[in-house]
């Protein structure tokens, strides 16, 4: 017996900020910002719209999807770093908005892998007797950026992704997921204040330590590399070769890694679903959302192979196969 996703959903925040409204903010511009990153607008949310409200609607549309009741759910976990607050979980949260009475609830922290990482767990729960299991990324990264600062503020978005797991004894389905992390490297990519080593406070905020700091050039190199060894970890692992892959649904972080990384691999550009431009950067939510838009035109048909590979924050990097 396997576990699959049996239906997809997303939601993406109705704000959409465009690079021109950033020009307006900080020394940048639409150029630089398209040639660097490939993004040409972000949505964000509303005030006092959380990542639970994001998350919720876009679990609604992927139980829609697989046609299940949100009271049939026995687990629900919610891929975040941008939780509506420090406690309780967000997926409580969610598990209360969807009605999921019986469904056990829980919060996944892993940055940009959160949802590979998620999927895991999931896929483990599946094949050890859970019949429906949720997972969501979402993620509101308009939260915890510094809007002064052009390295950062440009890049992120706003959004969310959900999938409906269960099981199957077809010969579709999760076929592996590998995670890994090294935080030797923690400071490159992370929130230095507003936790428990750094607790909030005037400074913390005077500082904006509450936001997102990043070293970017250094992160580019690794995020290239990991997410290359990832692939061909995935893809190697079932005796699959780069040809075997129709879908590769990478993390939405910057054009000209998906395409770096495309190169070193031998994958033509048109079998990466990319949305980059329309969302930018939404953390643990880039993968799904990707994922979702692809099942939903068509792009994605029974059958074929499809390989999800992210890079974050940790620093983690993880990959997933399925056979759709
Ligand atoms: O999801 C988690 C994983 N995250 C990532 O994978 C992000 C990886 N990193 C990147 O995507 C890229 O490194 C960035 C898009 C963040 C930056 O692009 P880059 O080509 O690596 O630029 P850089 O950091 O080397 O900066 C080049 C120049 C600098 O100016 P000087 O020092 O050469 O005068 C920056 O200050 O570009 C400047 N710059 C900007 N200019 C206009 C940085 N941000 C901006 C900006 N607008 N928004």
């Known amino acids: 017996m396997?576990?699959?996703?049996?239906?997809?959903?997303?939601?993406?925040?109705?704000?959409?900020?465009t690079n021109a409204d950033l020009e307006r903010m900080v020394a940048t511009s639409d150029a630089w910002i398209v040639e660097r990153t490939?993004?040409?607008?972000?949505?964000?949310?509303?005030?006092?719209?959380?990542?639970?409200?994001?998350?919720?609607?876009?679990?609604?549309?992927?139980?829609?999807?697989?046609?299940?009741?949100?009271?049939?759910?026995?687990?629900?976990?919610?891929?975040?770093?941008?939780?509506?607050v420090p406690l309780p979980p967000t997926a409580s949260v969610v598990q209360h908005g969807l009605g999921a009475a019986k469904a056990a609830a829980c919060d996944v922290s892993a940055a940009c892998c959160g949802f590979i990482y998620a999927l895991s767990v999931a896929d483990a729960f599946v094949c050890t007797g859970y019949r429906y299991v949720l997972v969501i990324g979402s993620e509101v990264m308009s939260t915890v950026m510094d809007w002064t600062d052009?390295?950062?503020?440009?890049?992120?978005?706003?959004?969310?992704?959900?999938?409906?797991v269960g099981s199957t004894e077809a010969e579709c389905g999760i076929l592996s997921t590998h995670l890994h992390a090294d935080g030797r490297l923690s400071?490159?990519?992370?929130?230095?204040?507003?936790?428990?080593?750094?607790?909030?406070?005037?400074?913390?905020?005077?500082?904006?330590?509450?936001?997102v700091k990043m070293r970017g050039n250094e992160t580019f190199k690794i995020a290239v590399k990991t997410m290359e060894e990832a692939i061909?970890?995935?893809?190697?692992?079932?005796?699959?070769?780069?040809?075997?892959?129709?879908?590769?649904?990478?993390?939405?972080?910057?054009?000209?890694?998906?395409?770096?990384?495309?190169?070193?691999?031998?994958?033509?550009?048109?079998?990466?679903v990319i949305n980059v431009d329309r969302f930018g950067n939404t953390s643990a939510a880039s993968i799904p959302?990707?994922?979702?838009?692809?099942v939903r035109n068509g792009a994605v048909q029974p059958g074929q192979v499809v390989v999800m590979a992210a890079f974050g924050a940790g620093l983690t990097w993880a990959s997933g196969v399925i056979r759709w």
């Open 2 to 17: 396997r576990s699959r996703i049996l239906g997809t959903g997303s939601c993406a925040p109705q704000r959409v900020l």
């Open 38 to 84: 490939g993004i040409r607008q972000r949505r964000v949310v509303a005030p006092g719209e959380a990542c639970s409200d994001l998350g919720i609607r876009a679990a609604r549309r992927a139980l829609a999807a697989a046609n299940i009741q949100s009271s049939e759910l026995d687990l629900i976990l919610v891929a975040t770093c941008t939780g509506d």
């Open 187 to 211: 400071d490159l990519i992370h929130v230095p204040g507003g936790g428990s080593s750094l607790p909030p406070s005037e400074h913390v905020v005077a500082e904006r330590l509450q936001c």
């Open 150 to 164: 052009r390295n950062t503020c440009v890049l992120f978005g706003d959004g969310a992704g959900a999938v409906v």
């Open 289 to 294: 959302l990707a994922l979702d838009e692809a």
């Open 232 to 272: 061909r970890e995935a893809v190697a692992d079932h005796g699959f070769g780069i040809d075997d892959i129709d879908w590769l649904v990478p993390h939405q972080a910057n054009i000209r890694i998906l395409r770096a990384v495309g190169q070193r691999i031998g994958l033509p550009p048109e079998r990466v």
